[in-house]
Nanobody
C-alpha cells in the first residue's frame, strides 16, 4: 500500500518562511511526478509546484520566485521551501505523486496525502 505523508505546516506571519516535506512510502515501482497542490476554503485545488522524474520544476504563477521545490535525500521525498509568504497562501497543502506499483506496473495512478495546513497571518 502506498502512503504519502506531509509535514511542516503551521502558522507564520506575512513575509515569513515555512518548509514542507512529503514522503512517499510503500510498494512503489517508480514515480513520474511528485509535488504540491493547495486548496483554500471556497476555492478549487490548485497546483503549487511539481517535480518531474528528471527534477524539472514546474511552478504555479502565484508562487514563482517565492517557492522552491526540491528532491530530498530519498528519491521518494520532495521538499517545498516557501518564502515571503502572503495571507493568500493560506490553504491546506496536499502532496501528490503519480506512480506505479510492482503489482500493476503498467498503471500510473495519482496518490494524495492527507494535507497539512499553512496559515499566513497579516
Amino acid at each position: 500500500q502506498v502512503q504519502l505523508v506531509e509535514s511542516g505546516g503551521g502558522l507564520v506571519q506575512a513575509g515569513g518562511s515555512l518548509s514542507l516535506a512529503c514522503v512517499a512510502s510503500g510498494e512503489i515501482l517508480s514515480i513520474t511526478t511528485m509535488g504540491w497542490y493547495r486548496q483554500a476554503p471556497g476555492n478549487e485545488r490548485e497546483q503549487v509546484a511539481m517535480l518531474t522524474v528528471n527534477d524539472y520544476a514546474i511552478y504555479g504563477d502565484s508562487v514563482k520566485g517565492r517557492f522552491t521545490i526540491s528532491r530530498g535525500n530519498d528519491k521518494n521525498t520532495v521538499l517545498l521551501e516557501m518564502k515571503n509568504l502572503k495571507p493568500e497562501d493560506t490553504a491546506v497543502y496536499y502532496c501528490k505523486a503519480n506512480l506505479n506499483t510492482p503489482l500493476v506496473p503498467r498503471l500510473l495512478q495519482d496518490y494524495w496525502g492527507q494535507g497539512t495546513q499553512v496559515t499566513v497571518s497579516s
